[in-house]
Structures are given as C-alpha cells and as structure tokens.
C-alpha cells in the first residue's frame, strides 16, 4: 500500500509539473491517503506479531514435546 501511495503521489505531481496545474487534486489527497494507511497498517501487522510472540511466551509451555515416559 505505501508503494502504491508513493507511487501515485510521485505521478501526480509528474503531471502537475508537465501540465503546470499546480491546484490541490482529488488524486494527491488519494495517494496521501493510501500511503498513510500503508505505513499504519504495516505498523499494526508488526504490533500484532509482537503481541502474539507475547502471548506464546506466556503460556509457559515446554519447548518441546516428550514421546514417551520411562
């Protein structure tokens, strides 16, 4: 989604140099939007690894698995 965003804000203001229309377009405010939106959920999915890492640690469970007892 970041890439997209860049991507779309880095055409729009090629055609406003080319075109020399330099007004606040609806697709600038499209692309902030979408790269913003990026970069929070790229920030939510790593708070969400984190978190579950948590929550597997604190279950306390063996690392490992025993086969059989003697």
């Known amino acids: 989604m970041c890439s997209i965003g860049l991507i779309l804000l880095i055409?729009?203001?090629?055609?406003?140099?080319?075109?020399?229309?330099?007004?606040?377009?609806?697709?600038?405010?499209?692309?902030?939007?979408?790269?913003?939106?990026g970069i929070m959920m790229s920030g939510i999915g790593t708070l969400g690894l984190y978190i579950s890492k948590i929550y597997t640690e604190t279950k306390k469970r063996q690392v490992y698995i025993i086969k059989e007892e003697k």
């Open 11 to 37: 055409v729009d203001i090629f055609n406003s140099i080319v075109t020399k229309y330099s007004a606040m377009s609806w697709a600038s405010l499209l692309s902030i939007i979408i790269f913003v939106g």
